[in-house]
């Protein structure tokens, strides 16, 4: 499990809810009072478009000046006059809000520890340690179950988007196990955190909290309720604020972005996908076999590129018959505990790292997303 402060939105907050969450069971819980609609209706797509009259938050918080944790930061003082300045809001609304935030030691104790990096790659058996973290009885089963429940929706998005549903619910499973981790933390607490007593990614961060106070008056959704991981991404698909704000969508057609609500978290995850670049009818991975002693030299990783003919000369071949091979496929190495795997990576593979840099993760997905589509398929048959 990678567990780094890399300069990417979504992706960090994606990989640090892996380990802060890991065997919560808590139930998806919506942070505020939204509508939620069972039955499907026309997807509106995203809207991000500036207003010229501020939206009114959903709670009308007011206090004089700033009290709590955060008093005395003068850097929080420029960002509030910021947020009046170019967005409209009223400062003792944000004085009030930041009154109620909390510092959290914990993280910036947690993140001091994560810093040195380590390096030198995966050792033998990495792959295979975090593969059982997700293709799990519970992971599987929780996929197939929501397919079930929710598969007018995977449909609709596949119609739409191109993104086949196992897809959709890989990277459900492995971020949330269905709701089931989707994070302890107050949102507020943790980007007031972050923005502004982790001077490294003070600027990102910054960035996340101001999107997330734009989300939350667009939605209507009190700053103070939300929960999500300790780096802020939120809901099923744990989308930081900026991912919500370019990508999210209104799937369900009930008027409100809700990172909560599985109908807007599928479509939301497809717009993702495509906006990324994804291919339909194009597969993630193919396996390769190695021969000779060349292979071992050549560079892997999602972000290497090849054609086949490099990789022949290396004495690398695709395991199976590929119907319209891609110009460039990246080479993965992936250290099982019965040794090391050698595969190829396609587009859709690149796109799926998009969410969360890395292999593992990817490949995570795509397994995951394989065995819920076997388990799927298995159980329609047998009705
Ligand atoms: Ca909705």
């Not at 930061?73 to 947020?83: A, E, N, S, T």
């Not at 599987?140 to 995977?154: Q, S, V």
């Not at 795509?366 to 048959?381: F, N, P, R, T």
Request: contains cysteine.
């Amino acid at each position: 499990m990678r567990i780094s402060i890399t300069p990417l939105h979504l992706v960090i907050a994606a990989t640090l809810v892996m380990s802060g969450c890991a065997g919560n069971t808590a139930a998806v819980k919506k942070p505020a009072p939204l509508t939620s609609a069972s039955t499907l209706k026309t997807p509106v797509p995203s809207a991000t478009a500036r207003q010229s009259t501020p939206p009114v938050p959903a709670v009308n918080y007011s206090a004089a000046k700033i009290t709590g944790d955060y008093a005395g930061y003068p850097v929080l003082g420029q960002f509030i006059q910021r947020m009046a300045d170019e967005h409209g809001f009223s400062r003792e609304y944000l004085y009030a809000v930041f009154s109620k935030a909390q510092r959290k030691q914990w993280t910036l104790d947690y993140l001091s520890k994560e810093t040195g990096g380590g390096g030198g790659g995966p050792a033998p058996g990495a792959w295979s340690r975090y593969r059982a973290q997700f293709l799990t009885h519970l992971h599987i089963n929780g996929g197939i179950e929501f397919w079930h429940k929710h598969r007018a929706c995977l449909q609709q998005a596949a119609d739409r988007y191109g993104v086949p549903p196992e897809y959709i619910l890989g990277i459900m499973g492995v971020e949330t196990a269905f709701g089931r981790n989707i994070g302890k933390h107050r949102i507020i607490d943790a980007l007031t955190t972050l923005a502004f007593d982790y001077p490294r990614r003070a600027a990102y961060f910054t960035g996340e909290l101001e999107k997330f106070l734009l989300m939350t008056r667009a939605e209507k959704i009190d700053p103070l309720k939300p929960v999500g991981s300790y780096a802020g991404a939120m809901g099923l698909g744990q989308f930081m604020p900026s991912s919500f704000l370019q990508w999210a969508v209104d799937f369900n057609g009930d008027g409100v972005r809700d990172l909560w609500q599985p109908e807007d978290v599928v479509g939301s995850i497809a717009n993702y996908f495509v906006a990324h670049g994804w291919h339909p009818n194009e597969p993630v991975v193919t396996p390769a076999a190695v021969s000779g002693a060349q292979f071992a030299a050549l560079e892997t990783g999602f972000d290497t590129h090849y054609d086949l003919k490099a990789l022949s000369q290396s004495g690398i071949r695709p395991a199976r018959a590929m119907a319209n091979p891609p110009d460039k496929l990246s080479l993965l190495r992936l250290r099982a505990s019965h040794g090391d795997e050698y595969w190829l990576g396609h587009p859709n593979f690149y796109v799926i790292t998009r969410y969360n840099h890395s292999t593992h993760y990817a490949m995570a997905v795509h397994e995951l997303a394989q065995a819920i589509k076997q388990g799927y398929l298995d159980s329609v048959a047998a009705r």
